[in-house]
């Protein structure tokens, strides 16, 4: 079946621009979660919906990072006047459970450069 | 201190090979505990989850030690396709529970 997939796959942004990254999670799956993945580091946490329920943005950098996933599918991590340490590859995850610790299937990632 | 820490090597060696990979992490309140891997340029994938028990999956082989905060992965006959990169994930408990946190991961390149 079709995984987690997410757009664009590469984005170059100038330093200042708004910019928006979108997931499709794998359907039906309740939970969803956005990491933030730096060149030879591991994937950090970012925020987590259930359904359209914001439930943990603790990872969030600044509140120049916004995500929303208003109908529990589809999410958009939205930054705001990207800096060049906003570059990074974004990974967003699903997972069946409600609960959160079931098995997280990855997607691709977008990986965002700031120039 | 990191939350989880690892040897990020690279480890290099032969096709054949048996290699170890360790993992620490600082929260003993830390819940389920996992390997995924990660090749390059690519997402990560659930490799094998942990337990306090010790599991087995083919090759693969995983140990927990809740006591020390300790966890490992044993791969033994080591194949080119096992290159990649191996990251230690942990399942915080609590109210972070499902905030999974990550090793820095360790570099594994297998050669001919």
């Known amino acids: 079946g079709a995984g987690v997939s997410q757009s664009p796959r590469y984005k170059v942004a100038k330093r200042g621009q708004d910019v928006a990254l979108r997931c499709d999670p794998i359907s039906g799956h309740v939970s969803l979660f956005w990491y933030q993945q730096a060149l030879g580091q591991g994937p950090e946490f970012l925020t987590y919906?259930?359904?359209?329920?914001?439930?943990?943005k603790s990872g969030l950098p600044s509140d120049r990072f916004f995500a929303e996933r208003p109908e529990g599918s589809v999410s958009t991590l939205k930054i705001q006047r990207t800096q060049q340490e906003d570059s990074a590859v974004y990974l967003c995850?699903?997972?069946?459970?409600?609960?959160?610790?079931?098995?997280?299937?990855f997607g691709p990632g977008t990986r965002l450069t700031v120039t | 201190r990191k939350e989880v820490e690892q040897d990020p090597g690279p480890f290099n060696v032969p096709e054949g090979a048996t290699v170890a990979f360790n993992c620490t992490y600082s929260?003993?309140?830390?819940?389920?505990f996992f390997w995924y891997r990660q090749d390059c340029r690519k997402e990560p994938k659930l490799l094998m989850s942990?337990?306090?028990s010790g599991n087995e999956d083919g090759r693969f082989t995983a140990q927990l030690n809740r006591a020390s905060q300790y966890i490992s992965l044993l791969i033994r006959d080591s194949k080119l396709s096992d290159s990649a990169t191996y990251l230690c994930v942990v399942n915080p408990g609590g109210t972070s529970y499902g905030k999974l946190t990550f090793g820095q991961g360790t570099i594994l390149t297998v050669h001919p």
């Open positions: 919906f259930q359904n359209e329920a914001q439930l943990d």
């Open positions: 929260n003993s309140a830390s819940q389920s």
């Open positions: 942990v337990y306090s």
């Open positions: 995850a699903s997972s069946r459970r409600r609960d959160r610790g079931y098995e997280q299937y």
